[in-house]
């Protein structure tokens, strides 16, 4: 993620990036169905903004936001 440019992403976005998911329907389906934490809490919107030395995890994995 490039922080000069925006130093936010969307939890939706995220997961694209991160080649987690290939679509946003994919994403849509997988945070509104509970699958996906955010700094070891379950999140539920897709819009969610993340920044650096954040982490997300699905199904088991995590990942930082970097």
Known sequence: M???SNPHIKLDQ???LRQIV?????AK???QE???SVNGEVENRRGRKLAIG???EVDGQR???D
């Open 34 to 36: 509970g699958f996906v």
């Open 14 to 16: 995220f997961l694209k």
């Open 54 to 56: 954040d982490w997300v």
């Open 22 to 26: 290939a679509t946003g329907g994919q």
């Open 2 to 4: 490039d922080v000069h």
């Open 29 to 31: 389906m997988l945070i």
């Open 63 to 65: 990942y930082e936001v």
